[in-house]
């Protein structure tokens, strides 16, 4: 007999260190997560503040007073996550629709938009993109976690 999982989706949530500045203005953020049959939970959101994990990975966790607390990394899924942060809060929806036109997800708070950059995506465009519009100090961004790699070819894609 084959034992089931519940596939419902869970609250998972992860401890945050502000830095001098304040940042992140919250000391925790929840993203969604699904459990899996390994007793890993799999991250179903793009997080804007976690650090070390992106939409795909799996992960340990634990029960702290009925609450589920990020523990570690278990296997990573090879997506990225960006972000960035918007000079002009107009020119959010138009940097969200270049990303989601390059094959991104986003989510956005405010003149934050978090990037998740799946594993088949090629980068080098998306990494042109906010470099442009870095050098034009449209936005700001940072490359939380970075799995893809720009090849020599410059496509972005990994070598086959």
């Not at 949530?13 to 502000?18: A, C, K, N, Q």
């Not at 007793?39 to 992106?54: M, W």
């Amino acid at each position: 007999m084959t034992s089931t999982i519940e596939h419902t989706p869970v609250k998972l949530l992860f401890r945050l260190v502000r830095d001098q500045d304040g940042y992140p203005p919250v000391d925790v953020e929840s993203v969604w997560a699904n459990p899996q049959a390994d007793g890993t939970y799999q991250i179903d959101n793009i997080p804007f503040f976690a650090r070390g994990v992106a939409v795909g990975d799996a992960v340990t966790a634990k029960m702290v007073d009925d609450e589920l607390f990020f523990e570690a990394l278990a296997r990573p899924s090879g997506n990225s996550l960006i972000r960035a942060i918007v000079r002009d809060e107009t020119e959010v929806s138009k940097l969200c629709s270049e990303l989601q036109a390059l094959g991104c997800d986003v989510e956005v708070h405010g003149r934050m938009v978090a990037v998740d950059v799946p594993a088949a995506v090629s980068y080098a465009p998306i990494c042109q993109l906010l470099e442009a519009g870095l050098s034009t100090e449209r936005l700001g961004f940072e490359e939380a976690v970075l799995c893809h790699k720009i090849s020599a070819d410059d496509t972005g894609k990994p070598p086959t």
